[in-house]
């Protein structure tokens, strides 16, 4: 049976974050965006959810190629980790950009009172997947009814969203937490291991005999890799936050058309990364960053409805501490219709 789990940014944690926020203006540290020291350029801090990935590419791209230059910015990128509270940050101002995992993240924070808000979504799907073997596959989430699932801790209110979603009871499946590792599966240990679909290192275990079901195909449509700012920077920097999503779009779009390049830039700013294994991955990347709804609006586009659609899961789940959070408090459209003409329409 699955129990009530705690989600990426716990109830708690939220609530701790808030007051360290409220201490922070009060005591008159609140960080905000400066100009540089000596240069006419806005300095750009970009809190990441996690380690850096390739799911920053367009980011280092558009930062080597001199993108946040022309647009007047200097970047600065700081990784996230299991212990650093990525939204915290740039609530509290000591980042004036973040971009985190998944979207319910945002909800879940801006109901607990930070003041932040989504501002365009990088990945137009979420990669999050449910891995089966072809022996014993799981196609649909019906597929799920008496399987053994294993999942990471944060990953298993996605879990009860699907399920509930799909109409199937939390009884009928047995969970188990998991790391990273997808042993378990060619093990037998579990039917079902979850991740996400651009992690190709650690799906390589997995060969041949691979299964996929997505997370958005079972129904459940997140938004992954969102950029959010806080309601002030909003409201005291729009013009740099519109340059700030210029900039990044430019970059993504550069990846698009030179993707070799692009590795090449990643694994230049960070060695630890395999430049083969990035080679593998870099159109899977592209695809999430790019659709249909993109050549129609422009890499980063992202809908009301579907912001709405998240939220009112998450409420039925029960998830929110305080009342649901407002569409319109959680997420605007201003940067991305400010910035419509120059984001590319690949898709």
């Given at each position: 049976m699955i129990r009530l789990a705690q989600t990426g940014l716990s109830r708690r944690s939220l609530l701790k974050s808030m007051c360290a926020t409220a201490g922070a203006l009060s005591a008159g540290t609140f960080v905000s965006i400066d100009r540089a020291r000596g240069q006419d350029m806005f300095d750009v801090t970009l809190q990441l959810g996690w380690l850096a990935s390739n799911g920053i590419l367009g980011e280092v791209v558009a930062d080597k190629k001199g993108f946040f230059?022309?647009?007047?910015?200097?970047?600065?990128?700081v990784p996230g980790g299991p212990n650093i509270d990525g939204v915290?940050?740039?609530?509290?101002?000591?980042?004036n950009l973040g971009s985190i995992s998944s979207s319910p993240s945002l909800m879940l924070a801006r109901s607990?009172?930070?003041?932040?808000k989504c501002i365009a979504a990088g990945y137009q799907q979420h990669p999050f997947t449910y891995f089966s073997l072809k022996k014993n596959p799981v196609n649909v989430p019906a597929d799920l009814v008496g399987k053994r699932v294993a999942t990471n801790g944060t990953a298993r209110i996605l879990l009860r969203a699907l399920l509930a979603k799909n109409e199937i009871s939390e009884d009928d499946v047995e969970v188990s937490v998991m790391g990273s590792d997808m042993a378990p599966l060619m093990t037998g240990q579990v039917d079902v291991v979850t991740g996400w679909k651009t992690n190709t290192s650690a799906l390589a275990i997995l060969g041949d005999q691979r299964n996929d079901m997505s997370l958005w195909d079972a129904g459940i449509q997140l938004y992954a890799n969102p950029y959010y700012v806080t309601d002030s920077t909003l409201a005291d920097h729009?013009?740099?936050?519109?340059?700030?999503?210029?900039?990044i779009s430019r970059g993504w779009g550069y990846v698009h058309d030179n993707r070799e390049e692009a590795v090449d830039i990643l694994v230049e700013r960070?060695?630890?990364m395999d430049r083969q294994k990035e080679l593998e991955t870099v159109d899977?990347?592209?695809?999430?960053s790019f659709n249909e709804n993109t050549a129609a609006n422009g890499w980063g586009t992202m809908t009301k409805e579907n912001w709405q659609a998240q939220i009112d899961i998450y409420d039925e789940l029960g998830q929110f501490e305080n009342d649901a959070p407002a569409v319109d408090d959680?997420?605007?459209?201003?940067i991305l219709e400010e910035t419509a003409e120059t984001?590319?329409?690949?898709g």
């Amino acid at each position: 049976m699955i129990r009530l789990a705690q989600t990426g940014l716990s109830r708690r944690s939220l609530l701790k974050s808030m007051c360290a926020t409220a201490g922070a203006l009060s005591a008159g540290t609140f960080v905000s965006i400066d100009r540089a020291r000596g240069q006419d350029m806005f300095d750009v801090t970009l809190q990441l959810g996690w380690l850096a990935s390739n799911g920053i590419l367009g980011e280092v791209v558009a930062d080597k190629k001199g993108f946040f230059a022309e647009e007047g910015l200097t970047l600065d990128i700081v990784p996230g980790g299991p212990n650093i509270d990525g939204v915290a940050s740039v609530a509290s101002g000591r980042a004036n950009l973040g971009s985190i995992s998944s979207s319910p993240s945002l909800m879940l924070a801006r109901s607990a009172g930070l003041p932040i808000k989504c501002i365009a979504a990088g990945y137009q799907q979420h990669p999050f997947t449910y891995f089966s073997l072809k022996k014993n596959p799981v196609n649909v989430p019906a597929d799920l009814v008496g399987k053994r699932v294993a999942t990471n801790g944060t990953a298993r209110i996605l879990l009860r969203a699907l399920l509930a979603k799909n109409e199937i009871s939390e009884d009928d499946v047995e969970v188990s937490v998991m790391g990273s590792d997808m042993a378990p599966l060619m093990t037998g240990q579990v039917d079902v291991v979850t991740g996400w679909k651009t992690n190709t290192s650690a799906l390589a275990i997995l060969g041949d005999q691979r299964n996929d079901m997505s997370l958005w195909d079972a129904g459940i449509q997140l938004y992954a890799n969102p950029y959010y700012v806080t309601d002030s920077t909003l409201a005291d920097h729009p013009e740099q936050v519109a340059a700030m999503i210029r900039a990044i779009s430019r970059g993504w779009g550069y990846v698009h058309d030179n993707r070799e390049e692009a590795v090449d830039i990643l694994v230049e700013r960070y060695p630890n990364m395999d430049r083969q294994k990035e080679l593998e991955t870099v159109d899977l990347v592209v695809d999430y960053s790019f659709n249909e709804n993109t050549a129609a609006n422009g890499w980063g586009t992202m809908t009301k409805e579907n912001w709405q659609a998240q939220i009112d899961i998450y409420d039925e789940l029960g998830q929110f501490e305080n009342d649901a959070p407002a569409v319109d408090d959680i997420m605007t459209l201003s940067i991305l219709e400010e910035t419509a003409e120059t984001r590319p329409k690949y898709g």
